[in-house]
Nanobody
Framework: QVQVVESGGGLVQAGGSLRLSCTAS????????MGWFRQAPGKEREFVAG????????NYRDSVKGRFTISRDTAKKMAFLQMTSLKPEDTAVYYC????????????????????WGQGTQVTVSS
């Protein structure tokens, strides 16, 4: 089975930074796009950022562009989300997910396309 584990969440003041990490099991195939989603209380889960399995392409939702950076180490089966200039509206549970997309350059944004999910890590930004 594929297992996905996130870490790095926590409490930070507005304007601060956090770095989230995502690790897939050692037996996971390399050819997965990796994405970050988040879900705040009372709201639906939304796409945050994604990176293709080749590492050549990234995609971000508009509200985090210029503030968040996604990266990956494909050989280590890891992905990272560097979050800066955090805002209270970024408060949510953040999930790492894997997408078995065929194209090495494609980043999809719909959660139904992602097959494997981590347990989530809480990010809280105080005002």
């Amino acid at each position: 089975q594929v297992q996905v584990v996130e870490s790095g969440g926590g409490l930070v003041q507005a304007g601060g930074s956090l770095r989230l990490s995502c690790t897939a099991s050692e037996r996971t195939l390399i050819r997965y796009a990796m994405g970050w989603f988040r879900q705040a209380p009372g709201k639906e889960r939304e796409f945050v950022a994604g990176i293709s399995w080749s590492g050549s392409n990234t995609n971000y939702r508009d509200s985090v562009k210029g503030r968040f950076t996604i990266s990956r180490d494909t050989a280590k089966k890891m992905a990272f989300l560097q979050m800066t200039s955090l805002k209270p509206e970024d408060t949510a549970v953040y999930y790492c997910a894997l997408d078995p997309v065929w194209s090495p350059a494609e980043v999809r944004t719909t959660d139904d396309d992602y097959e494997y999910w981590g347990q989530g890590t809480q990010v809280t930004v105080s005002s």
